[in-house]
């Protein structure tokens, strides 16, 4: 009987009835690489600014702020692998990004990148863990949304998308979005999102950096309007390293529009799980059809 059940399983029907066992087995539990990114800490496009958070100040003059360049190694579904520069700005001001002692950005692995603004796996969910003001879980749906609504209206009004931001501009928003992350809202409306004030606030500067406030501010007061929607967003979220044990630098980038280059995306596991049982099955066909050997 054993033997007639392992002659069975060398069979053409056998093989197709596996590859539908495992196929749907890999549908049911896909296997998903963790994201592995380089971020370039020689080519940030912002400026120097003065902020508090939570009562602590940046010291001496301040710290720069503004946009970051990417490159992504492996493991997106996506992105192509080692495509930069990949745009991106942070989430935390405590979390920190791997360097070497030159202060060159070193890869880090165990991303996971998150899309939608509610809901599992969602952007809502990102940063976690994390630190400071009210950024202990994830920032939620409202604090999603309006990072949404932060993003197509840069997107909506700039046909140069990513390339149009200057290096004050790409200060201002960086600041903005650390107060939609810290300060609000709690309520469907945008708020009371003010710079000046709140558990996250821009100093006061020289000149420029004082400018740089008052372009931040602007983008946060037009929130209040309506806005079209231009692009989706995508976080970069990593819960292991750092040196503060709180995990690396969570990102948050765009998927459509502004310039950004897309692979094809991942097909789901379940249509992978129907191209294999039609592969299979192709395999028995070709096998029925060919001649008997004399």
């Not at 009562?55 to 992504?72: F, Q």
């Amino acid at each position: 009987m054993l033997k007639s059940l392992v002659s069975a399983c060398r069979g053409p029907r056998a093989l197709f009835l596996a590859g539908v066992v495992l196929a749907l087995g890999g549908a049911v539990n896909p296997i998903r690489a963790d994201v592995t990114l380089q971020v370039d800490e020689d080519s940030i496009l912002g400026a120097t600014m003065k902020y508090q958070l939570d009562g602590t100040a940046t010291p001496d003059n301040g710290h720069i702020v503004g946009r970051l360049d990417l490159t992504i190694i492996s493991g997106s579904a996506h992105f192509p692998n080692n495509s930069s520069p990949i745009y991106a700005f942070c989430l935390e001001l405590t979390q920190e990004r791997s360097v070497d002692d030159d202060g060159n950005g070193l890869p880090m692995s165990h991303y996971v990148e998150k899309t939608g603004l509610s809901g599992p796996g969602s952007i809502a969910t990102v940063p976690k863990p994390g630190g400071g003001g009210n950024m202990l879980t994830g920032m939620g749906d409202l604090k999603a949304a309006l990072l949404d609504k932060l993003f197509d209206s840069w997107f909506s009004t700039h046909p140069g998308g990513w390339d149009d931001f200057t290096g004050q501009t790409a200060a201002a928003f960086q600041l903005a979005i650390w107060e939609i992350l810290y300060d609000g809202p709690t309520t469907g409306d945008p708020g009371d999102l003010d710079v000046q004030g709140g558990n996250f606030l821009v100093l006061n500067g020289n000149a420029l950096q004082n400018g740089i406030r008052g372009l931040a501010q602007g983008f946060l007061d037009a929130l209040s309007g309506p806005v079209a929607d231009a692009v989706d967003l995508l976080a970069f979220s990593n819960n292991q390293g750092g040196k503060l044990g709180e995990g690396w630098q969570d990102l948050i980038t765009v998927l459509e529009g502004g310039g950004t280059v897309q692979s094809a995306p991942v097909p789901p596991a379940i249509v992978m799980a129907l191209a294999g049982v039609a592969s299979l099955g192709g395999y028995g066909w070709r096998r029925r059809k060919q001649p008997i050997a004399a």
